[in-house]
């Protein structure tokens, strides 16, 4: 199965960079021809072009949550972002809004799209390291992705 694993992120505004730093400690750790791993701080539209050709991607990014604690790790589905469908603009397109655009306009998107995301604490300092919960969350971020990609129940 021809895989994807993509880290979104912005690796100089702290937590943001969390999906990016996920996705170059599984650079190290994969080495199976049919995974790729790439990291970008593209998105909504954008995405599309990354995204086709693929049966299967694994999204790494950083999300803030109403009560949500630094460090937690939530395992979603595109149904999860159906509630956020939206273009403000054509410049403010998200996620879910791309996706059902290149579905309709017949894109080879993957039939299989999981999401991590890592809750953050700090998205808006300019700095090039994660906060300490963040630091944690990633080696956890990662055997949770290579447990996904084996197929296995997360524990």
Same mark, same amino acid.
């Given at each position: 199965m021809k895989t994807?694993?993509?880290?979104?992120?912005?690796?100089?505004?702290?937590?943001?960079g969390v999906g990016?730093?996920?996705?170059?400690? +599984?650079? #190290?750790? &994969?080495t199976e021809p049919e995974i790729t791993v790439l990291e970008t701080s593209l998105s909504g539209l954008s995405l599309l072009d990354i995204l086709v050709g693929y049966d299967k991607v694994?999204?790494?990014?950083?999300?803030?949550?109403?009560?949500?604690k630094a460090g937690d790790i939530y395992q979603l589905t595109t149904d999860a972002l159906q509630v956020s469908r939206h273009a403000a603009s054509p410049h403010d397109v998200? +996620?879910? #809004?791309? &996706?059902e655009l290149g579905k309709k306009l017949g894109l080879a998107l993957p039939r299989e799209i999981v999401i991590f995301a890592i809750e953050v604490a700090d998205v808006t300092t300019f700095?090039?390291?994660c906060?300490?919960?963040?630091?944690?969350?990633?080696?956890v971020c990662v055997e949770m992705v290579i447990r996904e990609?084996?197929?296995?129940?997360?524990?």
């Open positions: 994807l694993i993509l880290g979104l992120g912005n690796t100089i505004l702290s937590d943001d990016i730093r996920v996705a170059e400690e +599984l650079q #190290t750790r &994969l694994i999204i790494v990014d950083a999300i803030q949550t109403v009560g949500g998200n +996620l879910a #809004t791309a &996706l700095g090039e390291e906060t300490p919960e963040l630091k944690r969350a990633i080696p990609l084996e197929g296995k129940p997360d524990a």
